[in-house]
């Protein structure tokens, strides 16, 4: 039977051996904690198991795929907190989490809570572009769709906490997150690419729509028709949000913030030239 106001976490790895201790420690406060492993070469598994978590292996096709299977899992509890291996959940978010979920109203299916990204120790408290997620679920009532960043859907309410999830992006290094995001923009590329000529998005519902995520998928749309979104993105994220206020650290994630703007532009030129059949 099912606990109605309970919390099972659920963790997505893929060779996350270095991170995963500090992610389960962070979870400890959950007695039905999952691991959906991506086939994972290192340790991830062992350590998973040696911690208590259950663990479950299946061969990566899309992040919103396996998402979804990961809620599809036998959880223990009506709510489902999903985290990455690289965040950390605070102790004043597990307090407050399973405050709430004690007391809730029905129409309540989701809790969105602020992610703070670190990068050398410092709060991109300015930096970061999004810091507001939804990962808070009650199990049946989401779901994630697109292949790559992907997003949560929710039949129901959405509430706010107001305690922090803590995000160490830049955990393995400058150049692991280069990689990541190498075959992030390769992907977005294809997409985009694909959409060449959508022009469904509206800016009132870039503006005004209700929903968050509605809201972020319209401005995603209508940023990449700009023309120079790279370099929109960094004086955007330099001196409207302020990442010069976070130092060095800010600066830094501006600019790769935008360079993986740039590879997707590129990319997503060369796919539309050799569909073309035009020399690259």
Not at 72 to 86: F, G, K, N, P, Q
Not at 168 to 188: C, D, L, R
């Amino acid at each position: 039977m099912i606990d109605s106001t309970g919390i099972s976490v659920l963790i997505l790895t893929r060779n996350e051996e270095q991170d995963l201790p500090g992610c389960l420690d962070s979870a400890a406060f959950s007695d039905d904690i999952h691991v959906l492993d991506s086939q994972s070469t290192d340790r991830t598994r062992e350590i998973a198991v040696a911690r208590g978590a259950k663990v479950t292996i299946r061969p990566f096709d899309s992040y919103a795929k396996q998402r979804n299977a990961g809620l599809a899992l036998s959880l223990a509890h009506a709510w489902v907190l999903v985290l990455d291996a690289d965040e950390r959940v605070t102790p004043a978010l597990a307090a407050e989490m399973q405050q709430v979920v004690s007391n809730v109203a029905e129409d309540v299916a989701g809790f969105r809570m602020r992610r703070r990204d670190f990068l050398w120790g410092t709060w991109l408290r300015h930096a970061q572009m999004t810091p507001f997620y939804v990962r808070l679920l009650r199990v049946g009532r989401a779901r994630y769709t697109r292949e790559i960043n992907e997003v949560v859907e929710v039949e129901g309410d959405i509430a706010n906490l107001t305690a922090p999830l803590d995000h160490h992006p830049f955990s393995k290094g400058i150049s692991h997150w280069v990689a990541k995001h190498n075959t992030y923009s390769t992907m977005e590329a294809e997409l985009l690419a694909a959409r060449a000529d959508d022009s469904s998005a509206s800016l009132r519902k870039a503006l005004f729509a209700k929903n968050f995520h509605e809201r972020r998928v319209a401005q995603k749309a209508i940023f990449y028709r700009l023309p120079g979104r790279p370099l929109i993105k960094w004086a955007y994220m330099m001196f409207v949000r302020g990442a010069v206020l976070d130092g060095s650290a800010g600066i830094a994630y501006a600019t790769l913030a935008s360079f993986y703007e740039y590879l997707i532009e590129l990319k997503a030129k060369e796919i539309r030239r050799r569909n073309a059949s035009l020399p690259l």
